[in-house]
């Protein structure tokens, strides 16, 4: 029995490390759909893109360089050097704030005030636009990424109390980039959060939310706004990309983590960035709880689909999340 209650705390920790990372995934759709009232499908493929060009950048390898050999007949993929971690995400940060301007200028600017279909359909051309660029400038084999992150299991040990079974050792493992991942999501909430209710440009963010046309009738600049946005959502996406990447490889299955972030804005509110961290959480410990407790008895493998049962039934008693704010229409 003492041995099931602390390997079911082992399970639950790892859950809320799990859960931080979803969050993470989901902060960049809350940022877009503030900003849009989009669910921006291309999210997940930002991290994607983020990670490669990280990784890229550090390693020294060649954009497009299949195309160059190809093109030059020669066989060169390297510069021949390391670039240090800090300025490969530096160059990175550049990067993705120069692909936000790109968004706006190109797609966006275009769509002012159409429905949120086309909106939403334009992100899921822009998803599989940057998935196929992203695998052209820098290949499509499985890369390593290595920023100096601590990895590895962390060992808590605690002495068993008479409670749980006399003198003895307990041990807790913990993925050492869990924790980090977990005291970053706590910054970039925090920090996002006082952005959006309390800075200038936080303000009208929310107003573009709410109506372009209005906002733009009195002075906000709807082009700013979204570049800003995007840019913001660029550099989260870069985090997720980051932690997801350190942990699996960077591969083009990366991208698939948006699918799991959606469940997570079900629960939080599509509008709520402190949201975004409980539905993360509430998604990682109960899977994994669930798995541990369930599993067994049904064969396993509930992981893949315990989120998604989650959100429906939330989208049946509480529609706009735990967050959200409850829309009423008098008629």
């Not at 936000?100 to 992100?123: D, G, S, W, Y």
């Amino acid at each position: 029995m003492p041995d099931q209650f602390l390997f079911a705390v082992e399970v639950m920790i790892n859950g809320l490390m799990a859960g931080v990372l979803y969050a993470l995934v989901a902060l960049g759709f809350v940022l877009i759909f503030k900003a849009s009232g989009i669910f921006n499908y291309a999210q997940g493929v930002l991290a994607l893109f983020a990670a490669l060009t990280l990784v890229g950048l550090q390693e020294g390898q060649i954009p497009f360089a299949h195309l160059i050999n190809a093109t030059l007949g020669t066989d060169v993929h390297h510069f021949g050097w390391q670039m240090p971690a800090i300025l490969a995400i530096l160059l990175t940060v550049g990067v993705m704030i120069l692909l936000a301007i790109a968004i706006e200028r190109f797609i966006l600017k275009h769509l002012v005030n159409q429905e949120p279909i086309i909106l939403f359909m334009a992100t899921i051309g822009l998803a599989y636009f940057l998935e196929g660029f992203g695998d052209v400038m820098w290949g499509a084999d499985v890369k390593t990424l290595d920023v100096g992150l601590p990895q590895g299991a962390s060992l808590w040990v605690e002495e068993k109390s008479a409670v749980l079974g006399g003198e003895g050792f307990y041990g807790f493992f913990v993925d050492k980039l869990d924790i980090v991942a977990a005291l970053v999501a706590a910054v970039l909430v925090i920090s996002l959060t006082l952005f959006s209710q309390y800075s200038k440009q936080g303000r009208a963010l929310r107003a573009v939310a709410d109506d372009h046309q209005a906002a733009l009738s009195v002075g906000i600049s709807l082009r700013f706004i979204w570049v800003l946005v995007w840019s913001i959502a660029g550099f989260v996406a870069l985090v997720a990309g980051i932690m997801w990447g350190a942990k699996s490889g960077v591969q083009f299955s990366l991208s698939l983590i948006a699918l799991k972030a959606l469940p997570v804005l079900m629960l939080g509110g599509f509008t709520s960035i402190p949201g975004a961290i409980v539905g993360g959480l509430i998604i990682g410990v109960g899977e994994k709880l669930f798995e541990f407790t369930i599993g067994p008895m049904i064969g396993g493998a509930t992981e893949n689909w315990f989120a998604y049962v989650l959100a429906l039934i939330f989208l049946v008693f509480r529609p706009q999340g735990l967050f959200g704010e409850k829309i009423i229409e008098r008629v």
